[in-house]
């Protein structure tokens, strides 16, 4: 599947740019339409660290006449064994801005925008809106599923790449022109099943391999030439050498590009990636029973308060004996506080332990000492109580 190209060309080029992006221009393929149009793109990199240190060098180098960085952090000495667009002395400085400046020293012609925020559900819409693709280089399974849906949301391309020791994958993601990240991965996986890199350690030069073919992909996207990686999957083995590309279709039930999408707005991406506040597993040490325990204090007939913390229609599918409904958004909006038992011990629960851990510590400061919350959730209830009621 050939696809038009992304961006239309700009009017000229100058005898500079002429002589800088010869090379190119000699290839049929690029040419002077193709450049043109590279000069003419806005491709927006998420994050300046491992894979956007080579992303973006080559994008600037190739000429993409605008590149847009978001990235919030700062240089350590830990990510120059990789991050190769900073150096020694950009310790302790911003990562955005010393991206920049290796971005201009290599192509002064290359218009710079720097994004020095996290990206999140109140920027992610503006800021993507200003460009024609993105290359993603975040690390995180949050933002991964922020970037597809807003991507999705936008209908805008983006090239994605992820990078693990030795191990490297990198897609095409379009949910116009075939499958999105969702249609791949549609769950998170559970926290701590994956670990990071900063847990996992990566192959420095890893971040090369799979930088470069999602630059590779943008250029092609850009001017619209060759077969682009929308529908496949390249997976990259650096230890045995082997690079392979795996088919991948669009789900039509896919929750973001389906043809019924359940997310058609932007969601909580750490409660949907399981991500526990620093807050909520503080308060969740000495507080989290489990069911065998629920069970005994509900057959007991114990002074507890059982509040799920899930929404309305979650509640509806699924549900603990005895458990009333408050949304978790209402104790964070402290709504909730007021209502609650002082002679009962409450116990929180939610679908996994995530949110009512978050809720928890929302309780622990408000003066509930012995509130508790249920490990693993309505779905670790059901598989070890009542392994006869429906899990989603
Ligand atoms: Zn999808």
Redesign the pocket.
Known sequence: MSLPPLVEPAAELTVEEVRRYSRHLIIPDVGMDGQKRLKNAKVLCVGAGGLGSPALMYMAAAGVGTLGIVEFDTVDESNLQRQIIHGQSDIGRSKAESARDSVKEINPLVEVVLHEERLDNDNVMEIFSGYDLIVDGTDNFATRYLVNDAA?LLGKPYVWGSIYRFDGQASVFW?EHG??Y??LYPEAPPPGMVPSCAEGGVLGVLCASIGSIQVNEAIKLLAGIGEPLVGRLMIYDALEMQYRSVKVR??PN?A???ENPTVTELIDYESFCGVVSEEASAAAVGSTITSKQLKEWIDNGEAIDIIDVREVNEYEIVSIPGARLIPKNEFLMGNALQDLPQDKRIVLHCKTGVRSAEVLAVLKSAGFADAVHLGGGVIGWVNQIEPEKPVY
């Open positions: 999705v949910a499958p999105c969702r249609c669009k789900d896919c973001v590009c389906g």
